[in-house]
C-alpha cells in the first residue's frame, strides 16, 4: 500500500481523499475551532491569516500529528517530518473560485523563500500539504481542483518581479485576482499559456477526508455558488527535516501581514531532527504536547 501511494503521488502530484475523521467527528471539531478562533489570547500571530493555530486550538494541536495523515507521509516523504505551517481556507457563499496556481518555495509572498533545502533529495518532495476538509467540499460550494502531473514542470516562476500582493494589506475574500490579494498570472513562465484547457480533477470529498498534494501540483478551487454552504477546511504544510524553515529570517511577510518568529517553532510529528538547523517547538502555547509519531 504504502508503495501504491508513493507511485500515485509522484504521478500526479497529489493522493486522495482519505478519511481521517467520520463526518460527524469533523463538524463537531469545526464548529468547536470556529468557537475558539475568536479567542486571541494565546495565538501566535495576532492577524487575520489564522496561521498557526494549533498553537493555541487544541484540537489542531492533535490534528497536524494525527496518525492517518502522518502513516501517509512517511509513505511518501519518509520518517523524520515537521510541520511548519496551518492555516484556515474558508469558502463563503458567492466566493469566487482561487485561482490556479503553483508553489515551490512560498517566495511568491514576498520575494524571500519561506523554505529551503540543505540537501538534494529528488526521490523526496519538498513540501506536502494535507488539505482536511471539515464540510462536504464539493464542485458547487468551492472544493479544490488538481492539475495531474504538473508538478514536473515549472509553470510558474515566484521569483518573478511583481508587486501584486506584497506590501499590500490582506483580503480576507478573494477578490480581484481570485487569491487572496495575489495575482498568480504575473508569475506564469508562458504568459500565453491557459491552465483551463488542462486535464483537470475536481477534488469532492465528504467531511473528515484530506486530501495530499505538494504545492508545486497546480491547484485551484471552484468557486462558491451556494446561497448558504460555506465549505471549511484547514490546510497543514509538512517538511522532511533537511529542509531550513524561514531561513536567516526574524519575520516574515505574508498577504499583507508581518508576522515575528520570535516565538514560532516547527513541530516534529514524526521521526527525528538530525539537522537541528530549524527551532523547533514540542508544546502549543497553552503548554500541551503536540503528538509525535510512534509515541
Request: aromatic share 12%; hydrophobic share 30%.
Amino acid at each position: 500500500m504504502e508503495s501504491q501511494w508513493r507511485k500515485e503521488f509522484q504521478d500526479n502530484g497529489f493522493i486522495g481523499p482519505f478519511k481521517v475523521y467520520e463526518p460527524e467527528e469533523a463538524k463537531q471539531m469545526i464548529a468547536s475551532v470556529r468557537k475558539q478562533n475568536f479567542n486571541r489570547d494565546n495565538i501566535l500571530f495576532d492577524n487575520d491569516l489564522n496561521y498557526d493555530r494549533h498553537y493555541d486550538i487544541p484540537e489542531l494541536t492533535n490534528h497536524i500529528g494525527h496518525p492517518r495523515i502522518v502513516e501517509k507521509l512517511r509513505a511518501i516523504m519518509g520518517h523524520d517530518i515537521l510541520c511548519w505551517r496551518s492555516e484556515f481556507f474558508p469558502k463563503f457563499p458567492g466566493t469566487p473560485g482561487t485561482e490556479w496556481h503553483q508553489v515551490a518555495d512560498y517566495s511568491y509572498a514576498s520575494g524571500t523563500p519561506q523554505i529551503s533545502p540543505i540537501e538534494n533529495h529528488p526521490d523526496l518532495p519538498m513540501d506536502i500539504t494535507v488539505w482536511t476538509t471539515f464540510t462536504e467540499a464539493t464542485v458547487e460550494n468551492g472544493c479544490l481542483r488538481f492539475m495531474p502531473g504538473s508538478h514536473k514542470k515549472k509553470l510558474y516562476d515566484e521569483s518573478k518581479t511583481t508587486q501584486s500582493g506584497r506590501n499590500e494589506e490582506y483580503v480576507a475574500v478573494e477578490a480581484d485576482t481570485q487569491f487572496y490579494g495575489y495575482n498568480f498570472q504575473d508569475f506564469r513562465v508562458d504568459e500565453r499559456w491557459d491552465p483551463e484547457k488542462e486535464k483537470t480533477v475536481s477534488m469532492v470529498m465528504q467531511p473528515g477526508e484530506c486530501v495530499i498534494f505538494t504545492a508545486k501540483c497546480c491547484h485551484a478551487s471552484h468557486p462558491n455558488i451556494t446561497k448558504r454552504n460555506t465549505r471549511m477546511a484547514i490546510a497543514s504544510r509538512y517538511v522532511p527535516t533537511f529542509m531550513r524553515v524561514y531561513p536567516g529570517q526574524s519575520s516574515f511577510f505574508s498577504h499583507g501581514a508581518n508576522m515575528e518568529l520570535d516565538n514560532y517553532g516547527a513541530v516534529l510529528v514524526s521521526g527525528e531532527d538530525r539537522y537541528k538547523h530549524n527551532t523547533l517547538r514540542d508544546t502549543n502555547n497553552l503548554g500541551k504536547a503536540f503528538p509525535v509519531f510512534g509515541k
